[in-house]
DNA sequence: TACGTGACCATCG
DNA sequence: ACGATGGCCACGT
């Protein structure tokens, strides 16, 4: 039984503190066998108005995925105080759990 | 049913 | 350490 692993998928990401971040995979494993595919998917499909903390999700090798909300992504993220490195990926130490 | 697609990931050179 | 490569698999059409 996998009711709405996008239940599940939305729980998880409204679990994720700020100043933290996860990935992708993470967030799949955590779920009743969701694919990092289908999370993004999730995320892609969420409607405009909704408060969930989409930008917290990165890709395995903590930089952002390519998509059109990355520009704003990068910036909600140095908001919170999320460090970047130089070379533009997260530092481990940011990474949820 | 079959096929293309993608906000990914692990592996390899 | 980093880019390229191939795999994976749920969804929509």
Do not use: C, N
Not at 10 to 34: N, Q, S
């Amino acid at each position: 039984m996998k009711p709405a692993l996008r239940e599940q998928i939305l729980t998880i990401l409204a679990a994720i503190p700020e100043g933290r971040v996860t990935t992708y995979g993470r967030i799949a494993a955590m779920t009743d066998g969701a694919t990092p595919r289908l999370v993004a998917r999730a995320l892609r499909e969420l409607p405009e108005g909704h408060a969930l903390p989409w930008f917290r999700v990165i890709t395995a090798s903590r930089r952002l995925a390519e998509h059109p909300g990355a520009p704003e992504q990068r910036q909600r993220l140095l908001a919170e105080g999320v460090p970047f490195d130089t070379r533009g990926r997260v530092t481990a130490e940011a990474l949820w759990p």
